[in-house]
Structures are given as C-alpha cells and as structure tokens.
C-alpha cells in the first residue's frame, strides 16, 4: 500500500507499554537501583520509546534553565546536536538487536548525512557567538515586550521548551522506520534521497556564507568608521543566493528534512506514513519565525518592503524585473552606486535643444544604494545610440537652427513657386524684363527679399 497510517497506532502501543514498564519499575525500587533500571530500559527498550524519554528529559532542561536566565535560546543552542544523537541512537539499537549482522547500510547513511548537517550548523552557530551562555535571539527579546509575562511563560512551557524538542526527534523517525524495516535493501528512492539531502546540505552552507561574510564586513566598516558600500549601506544582503530567495538558508533547511523523510519511503514502501508530520511542522514552524523575522527586518530597513515584492520569500526564483524599478520609484528608492541607469530611447527635439529623462519605468535595477551619476556626454551617447543614422545625421545637420520641412508640404496653397521664408536660396531672376520693371528697379529702394519675390512675379 502506498498510504498507511495506522502504523502510528502499534507504534502509540509500543510507546505506551514502555512508558508503563519504566514508571512500574521506578516506583518499586530503590533509587539506587534506578541507573540499572535505566541501562536496562535503554538496551531492551524501543528505541523510539527511548527516544522520546530522553527527549522530554531534554525539553525539561531547557525548561528549568530559561526561569532563572530569563534566556529562552536553550533548544536553539541544542537544534543541530540532538538529531545527531537520535540518529546514531537508532544505528545503536539496530546493532543492540542484531549483534552478528553488519549494520543497516540506510540507517548508516542517514546517521551520517544528519552528522554533517548537524556539524557544519553547530560550527556556524558557533562563530556567530551562539553558544555564549548570555547568548540569546533576538527574536525572544521582541516577544516578551509584547505580550504578558503569564503567556509568555505558557508559550516557554510549550512550545518553546517542549514541542520544538518533539519536532526535532520527529524529523529523525524515518530512521525509526529504516531500523523496524532493516530488511528492505537499498534502492532508487535511497540514492535520491541521499543526493537531494546532499545538495541541501551544501546549499544551506553557501548560503550561510553569504551571509557570514556580508555581516562580518558590514559591522567590520561599522566599528572602523570606514564608507559602506550600497548593498551593506541598506542593512540586508540582496545579493548571491539572497538575489533569488529572502531566506535560501531556511529553503535548504526545510528540503533537507523533506528529503529525509524519503528514506522512510524507501524503507516501508509508503509514499504518504505517519512520518511526515515532522516536516510539515517543521514548515509551519519557519512560516511563523520567517514571518517575525521580517516583521523586525521592516522596521529596521525602510528598503526591506521593496526586497519583498521582488524576491520569493523561500524558493529560489528569478526576480521580479518587471516589478523592481516600479516599486522602487514608487518608494522613492536610489539606484546603485555609479551604476548607470536605462534610459528611454529619444530623438533629438527639433529644437535642438538637448533635454533630460528619467529612468524608464518598468526597467529592472539594483535594490539598494546611492543616486546613479550619469554626466552629460553619457547622455548624448544614450541618446545617439538610440536614435537611426539618418536621424542623428539630420540632428547633426540641423543643430542650433528649426529642421528643414519637406518642399512638397511647403509650397503656397496658391500655386505659385515662392521658396519658403526660411529658404537661404535666392529666386532666380527673369531673364527679360519690360521697360517699366527697369524704371521701378532705379527708382524703388535697396532690394528686399519680398520685394524680389513682387519682382519675380510681375516679371
């Protein structure tokens, strides 16, 4: 069958009779026998029932630590180490259960891609200062000023402390389906999987990079009190991977665990199994935190809303060009530094006068940054490259004097053959003229161009 979820019922009744046995076993004996008891269930028990104690126990931790810190970033510390552990926990039972079999090749590589994801998050937590014992996120702080103290401490005792615990043990139960199928060999969906997870994996990695290396140079600039440029200057990268995505670091995280979750595919031989309800929370999750996230960002970037309209929130697309220089002029928003700016293509004004436009509405530009210097020999080159050859000739020609119109549409309404007022070209004279047009030339004043043309006409 390609769906199957009453699977999560055995595994409810599995998960129940161990809960019962531990507490029987507890209550019965003397607290120095309580580590026997303990080793006992780890070896015996099942190792999802196992896992989940030691997941609350977990969560309990957390909880205790964030009342007197008044730091809520405790299973954020622990989110890229404790799936590391569940799955090698798996492996660990799998060769508890199965002491003379080589270990299960898919629990292996699942255990294995996990430690690689979970090693390079731990590292970059790290060197952003995460582990510090004060260390906290900024989102928390933003939460507690706005709602009451009470719900607040719900919302740690909950969710916070305990479901985020249960989320991250959830997204490694595809290794509890490949340990309850050990049986099933390896194959397509496997191999899939692995390079779904592998890609991911690198890049969540590059684009936290990015990121990393934005961040350290802008406040590097920032403490020296050198220049920023455009880009850091507007708060936010807008650039590399964060070009295509808002946040391609939390796309690769989520594909990550959703490719995971292909390896319980090919391990039950179901499509749809009661694992999945890990990703999709996990989902939900970076929906609400993304959500806050840019909620903060906005108020700190008057920028951020334009990056919004024109870049995909997770999934890495094209962006907007249509819409980029649109939303910028409508928000008032600069171009990039030095970066010359498109202009529409123009002909010379009859005139020949030379004027000036703006950027052509509609043409894609850079997010962020200062005015564009554009001078003005770069404007009579955009111009003339706009404009045909026999246009910009005739502009050459007609520079500083109104353009000449056509004869035909010059010609008086009366058919005579007068030269239009502009003309340079003199009328040519009659080569014969009466007796009277000689006594009136002697006679009339110095020659004037109208008083050729009455000349011409009576000739």
């Excluded at 492996?91 to 979970?118: C, E, F, Q, S």
């Excluded at 937590?125 to 719900?151: M, S």
Aim: net charge positive; glycine share 6%; charged share 20%.
């Amino acid at each position: 069958m390609w769906c199957q979820w009453l699977d999560f019922s055995s595994v409810a009744s599995t998960l129940g009779f161990w809960q019962r046995w531990l507490v029987a076993s507890l209550q019965h004996s003397p607290r120095s026998a309580w580590p026997s008891i303990a080793e006992r269930f780890y070896r015996t028990g099942d190792p999802l029932a196992v896992a989940l104690a030691i997941c609350l126990l977990v969560g309990l931790l957390c909880l205790v630590l964030s009342i007197p810190t008044n730091n809520h970033s405790w299973v954020d510390k622990l989110w890229s180490i404790v799936p590391i552990y569940y799955a090698w926990h798996f492996v660990l039972h799998d060769k508890l259960l199965h002491p003379g079999v080589p270990l299960n090749p898919r629990l292996v590589i699942m255990a294995a891609l996990i430690t690689v994801w979970g090693s390079r998050l731990t590292y970059n937590f790290a060197r952003k200062g995460g582990y510090r014992f004060d260390a906290e996120d900024y989102r928390w702080p933003y939460i507690r000023a706005r709602i009451h103290p009470v719900l607040f401490f719900v919302f740690n005792a909950t969710f916070v402390a305990f479901i985020q615990h249960l989320v991250l043990l959830g997204l490694t139960t595809p290794a509890y389906l490949a340990w309850q199928n050990a049986g099933t060999p390896l194959n397509e969906i496997d191999l899939a999987a692995t390079a779904l997870c592998a890609f991911f994996i690198a890049f969540e990695a590059v684009a936290d990079q990015q990121q990393w290396a934005f961040q350290t140079a802008k406040h590097a600039k920032l403490a020296a009190r050198k220049r920023l440029n455009a880009e850091q200057a507007q708060g936010f990268l807008s650039s590399g991977l964060f070009r295509y995505s808002r946040h391609p670091n939390f796309w690769a995280e989520q594909s990550l665990w959703w490719s995971m979750y292909l390896f319980g595919v090919a391990a039950s031989g179901r499509w749809l199994n009661w694992t999945i309800v890990a990703p999709l929370s996990l989902s939900a999750i970076f929906q609400g935190s993304t959500w806050l996230t840019e909620k903060i960002s906005v108020s700190k970037y008057p920028k951020y809303k334009i990056y919004q309209r024109t870049t995909s929130c997770f999934l890495p697309l094209p962006p907007a060009s249509g819409v980029i220089s649109t939303a910028r002029e409508s928000a008032g928003a600069p171009s990039e530094v030095g970066a010359r700016t498109p202009r529409t293509p123009r002909t010379a004004p009859r005139s020949g006068r030379k004027t000036r436009s703006a950027a052509t509405p509609g043409t894609a530009t850079e997010e962020e940054g200062q005015p564009a210097t554009v001078t003005h020999e770069q404007e009579e080159q955009a111009a003339a490259a706009a404009t045909t050859p026999a246009t910009a000739g005739k502009q050459r020609r007609g520079r500083g004097r109104p353009a000449t119109r056509p004869a035909a549409a010059e010609q008086p309404q009366d058919g005579s053959d007068a030269e239009p007022a502009g003309s340079k070209r003199r009328p040519a004279r009659s080569p014969k003229k009466t007796a009277r047009v000689l006594a009136a030339e002697e006679s009339a004043p110095a020659p004037t161009r109208m008083s050729t043309r009455l000349r011409s006409r009576a000739a």
